[in-house]
């Protein structure tokens, strides 16, 4: 079936440290690769995203990496803020459409 | 981006009721989803909305418990049927255009069944 394993499920870095969050799914066929940021209460956001076409893509701190023969993508985020304290999910696009999601990783920052 | 409505934001429902949550998109989607997120969990799909037809659910979710109507392209809604505290959950609707687009959420509805 459809699924994507994440790891760590919980992380804790000191502020200025780097994160890095690692997804490993099933369906090779898949081409979208969305990481999206949930702070509690509320929607999840899309922070990055990536397709298959390229290996990596960066946006300021944030960056993704994705290694389609071993069907890994992962999240880097570096000079980590207290503000990047939240739940991140990796996901990617199923057969159908939807997004299957990772079950989150909870990064918490301390100052 | 579309920017998605989503209401009631939160409920507290008596079990054995039903509960429609509503979900209207600012512009045409192709299509539209309906997830759930227990609390400290990941979000789970229930069903694709699909546009003039029957919704297509995944394993674990049936119809009668949770009809959904998509009437146009900008609006959807999901029924929590006969609601028992299990229900008790977020509910997320989720949009996009075709293609490779990215996919966008409402805000999210608290149910809490007592």
């Known amino acids: 079936g459809e699924n994507v394993e994440q790891h760590p499920s919980t992380l804790s870095v000191q502020e200025g440290d780097s994160a890095v969050i690692k997804c490993t799914y099933s369906d090779s066929a898949s081409n979208y690769f969305p990481w999206y940021k949930q702070e509690l209460g509320k929607r999840p956001q899309l922070i990055i995203d990536?397709?298959?076409?390229?290996g990596e893509k960066k946006d300021q701190r944030i960056a993704v990496t994705l290694n389609k023969t071993a069907k890994h993508f992962s999240l880097h985020i570096t000079e980590t803020q207290p503000e990047d304290s939240a739940v991140y999910f990796c996901?990617?696009?199923?057969?159908?459409?939807?997004?299957?999601f990772g079950k989150g990783t909870k990064l918490s920052v301390k100052p | 981006s579309a920017v998605i409505s989503q209401k009631p934001s939160r409920d507290i429902c008596q079990r054995g009721t039903s509960l429609t949550i509503q979900c209207q998109v600012d512009?045409?989607?192709?299509?539209m989803f309906w997830y759930r997120q227990q609390p400290g969990q990941s979000l789970t799909l229930i069903a694709t909305?699909?546009?003039?037809?029957?919704?297509?659910?995944e394993s674990g979710f049936v119809i009668d418990k949770f009809p959904i109507s998509r009437p146009n392209l900008t609006f959807s809604t999901l029924t929590v049927s006969n609601m028992s505290p299990e229900d008790s959950s977020i509910y997320l609707c989720s949009a996009r255009t075709g293609g490779d687009t990215e996919a966008f959420f409402g805000q999210g509805t608290r149910l809490t069944v007592v």
């Open positions: 996901a990617y696009r199923g057969s159908q459409g939807n997004l299957i």
């Open positions: 909305a699909n546009q003039g037809s029957e919704a297509t659910y």
């Open positions: 512009s045409q989607v192709t299509m």
């Open positions: 990536i397709r298959s076409n390229v």
